[in-house]
C-alpha cells in the first residue's frame, strides 16, 4: 500500500487544516520531554512567534534506563494540548502502549511511534485503527525494507495517513550518536508515496551541525525537519546536552531559512 508502485503521486496528509507532503517543508519542533507548563509556554510563544503550525514533546518516554524521567504522561499531554490551544500549535507526542492510545488521543493531533516500537506490531495494527496521522520513526537498527514494511502494517490496518521519519541508525561511528542515513530520504521518497522527515537531533545528538545536516536533508527531498528546543537545556529532565536553548534556535531557524 505505501509502494510508489501502487500509487504514483505524493500523499498529502491534512492535520488541522495544514498539509503535509505537499511542497513546503513542514517544521516539528519542542522539547525532548514535557516538563511544566512553563516551561511548555516558553517554547510554544517562540514557535508561534515564527509562524510555526507544530509543537512537540515527550509525555511517554522510552527511556534506556528505568531510574531516569518517564515522562509525565497523560498529565504531559493536557498541559501541551491546552498550551498548543492558546499559540494555536498542532501536538505531535510519542505513544508507547496501546492501552495509552484512547485516553491520549483527544490532546493529540500526530501520533508519534518512537525508534525503539518501530516493530512493536501489536502497537503499529493499533494505530492503524486511529483516525489521526501517525509519524513513524526508523528503528535503532531496522533496515530501510523493515522501516517500510512497519509502514505497511499502519496503513494495512486501515489508517493511510502515515508520515516516516529518518532519526540515524546504530553503527561503529561515536561522532554523532547516531549516523544519519541520508540516503534513506530519496530512497524513501522514491520506494513509497509517504512523506518523509528527517530528526535532526536524535540522529546527530549535537547542536553544532544542526544547521548543515537540516539543509542536508532538505536538499535531499526532506519533507520536514524535527529538532528539540528547550527553555534551559542544562536542567532538561532528558536528552539535555543535544536540546537547542531558545536563543541557539533563534539562530538556527532564521540561518535555515536564509
Ligand atoms: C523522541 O522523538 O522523543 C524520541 C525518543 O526519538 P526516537 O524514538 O527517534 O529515539
Ligand atoms: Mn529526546
Do not use: W
Not at 525532548?32 to 507548563?37: D, H, I, K, R
Not at 534506563?65 to 515522562?71: A, I, L, M, N, R
Not at 517500510?148 to 502494517?153: M, R
Amino acid at each position: 500500500l505505501v509502494s510508489r508502485k501502487n500509487k504514483s503521486e505524493d500523499t498529502v496528509i491534512e492535520v488541522n487544516g495544514d498539509s503535509i507532503g505537499e511542497g513546503e517543508a513542514t517544521f516539528v519542533f519542542g522539547p525532548c520531554s514535557v516538563e511544566s507548563q512553563e516551561q511548555m509556554e516558553r517554547v510554544a510563544a517562540n514557535l508561534a512567534a515564527k509562524g510555526l503550525k507544530y509543537i512537540r514533546g515527550g509525555a511517554f518516554k522510552p527511556r534506556t534506563s528505568p531510574y531516569d524521567f518517564q515522562g509525565l504522561g497523560i498529565e504531559g499531554l493536557k498541559i501541551m494540548s491546552e498550551v498548543a490551544k492558546k499559540y494555536d500549535l498542532r501536538v505531535i507526542s510519542e505513544i508507547m502502549d496501546a492501552s495509552d492510545l484512547e485516553a491520549a488521543l483527544p490532546y493529540l493531533d500526530v501520533v508519534q511511534i518512537g525508534a525503539r516500537n518501530m516493530q512493536n506490531f501489536s502497537l503499529l495494527k493499533a494505530v492503524g485503527h486511529i483516525n489521526k496521522p501517525v509519524l513513524l520513526k526508523r528503528g535503532l537498527s531496522a533496515t530501510i525494507e523493515e522501516f517500510v514494511n512497519a509502514a505497511e502494517y499502519i496503513t494495512m490496518h486501515g489508517n493511510p495517513n502515515v508520515m516516516l521519519c529518518e532519526r540515524g541508525i546504530r553503527t561503529y561511528e561515536k561522532a554523532t550518536r547516531n549516523t544519519l542515513d541520508i540516503s534513506a530520504v530519496p530512497i524513501l521518497k522514491r520506494e513509497t508515496h509517504l512523506p518523509v522527515f528527517v530528526d535532526i537531533t536524535h540522529s546527530t545528538g549535537r547542536k553544532d551541525i544542526l544547521l548543515p545536516i537540516a539543509k542536508a536533508a532538505l536538499a535531499v527531498g526532506a519533507d520536514g525537519i524535527m529538532a528539540e528546543v528547550h527553555p534551559n537545556p542544562t536542567v532538561a529532565l532528558s536528552d539535555a546536552n543535544q536540546q537547542m536553548s531558545l536563543e541557539e534556535f533563534d539562530v538556527f531557524f532564521k540561518n535555515l531559512l536564509s
